[in-house]
């Protein structure tokens, strides 16, 4: 069964980092690009970032650029996001998706990401 | 910058009943890039919809997808319970920014 877990999320200040991790199973995950989607509370859905699958074509929504960087391990079936300089905005779910490069067909549950200001 | 505008903010309907749901473009866009996707509440978003017609894996054909230019609809022909959600369209479109636009979203309840 396909399946995609993130992890990494928690509570941070306003200027902190993390590292948001995504574990991908049950599918060849070098053969599919991998995206980064955020909700922050009450909210719809935000593209963040987006990684092709040999690591190249990768992109940011301008909210995040030069803040976070995707990037992916396919030997360990990973993906990740580095998030620096942390901004109350940036409060919202993570979801990993999986897909082509024009959309987003399987998702995670999603990681909390909280800043505190 | 394509800005994507769903209608109605909330449908309101019973099962049994036909839903068409509305995604309007600021501008025209390429069909074989519009998605639909499907969120239950506390959970993650599914994928119903790609290339505007096209059902995704174990999706049912009572979903189904048309238009072009700026107007796209999604219609359900005939309301489950599980279908009470909200709906999300999304393009994708490599000369804009963003490069990837959802729509604010539809929520569909039951009347």
């Known amino acids: 069964e396909v399946h995609l877990v993130e992890s990494g999320g928690g509570l941070v200040q306003s200027g902190g980092s993390l590292r948001l991790s995504c574990a991908a199973s049950?599918?060849?995950?070098?053969?599919?690009?991998m995206h980064w989607v955020r909700q922050a509370p009450g909210k719809g859905l935000v593209w963040v970032s987006r990684?092709?699958?040999?690591?190249?074509?990768?992109i940011y929504a301008d909210s995040v650029k030069g803040r976070l960087t995707i990037s992916r391990d396919n030997a360990k079936n990973m993906l990740y996001a580095q998030i620096n300089s942390l901004r109350a905005e940036d409060t919202a779910v993570y979801y990993c998706?999986?897909?082509?490069?024009?959309?987003?067909?399987?998702w995670g549950k999603g990681t909390t990401v909280t800043v505190s200001s | 910058e394509i800005v994507l505008t769903q209608s109605p903010g909330t449908l309101s309907l019973s099962p049994g009943e036909r839903a068409t749901l509305s995604c309007r473009a600021s501008?025209?866009?390429?069909?074989?890039?519009l998605a639909w996707y499907q969120q239950k509440a506390g959970q993650a978003p599914r994928l119903l919809l790609y290339?505007?017609?096209s059902r995704a894996t174990g999706i049912p054909d009572r979903f189904s997808g048309s238009g072009s230019g700026t107007d796209f609809t999604l219609t359900i022909s005939r309301l489950e319970p599980e279908d009470f959600a909200v709906y999300y369209c999304?393009?994708?479109?490599?000369?804009?920014?963003?490069?990837?636009?959802f729509g604010q979203g539809t929520k569909l309840e039951i009347k």
């Open positions: 998706a999986r897909g082509d490069f024009h959309y987003m067909d399987v």
């Open positions: 049950g599918f060849t995950f070098s053969d599919y690009w």
């Open positions: 990684i092709k699958m040999d690591g190249s074509g990768i």
């Open positions: 501008q025209s866009v390429s069909s074989r890039y």
């Open positions: 290339g505007t017609s």
């Open positions: 999304q393009h994708y479109a490599d000369a804009s920014s963003p490069v990837y636009t």
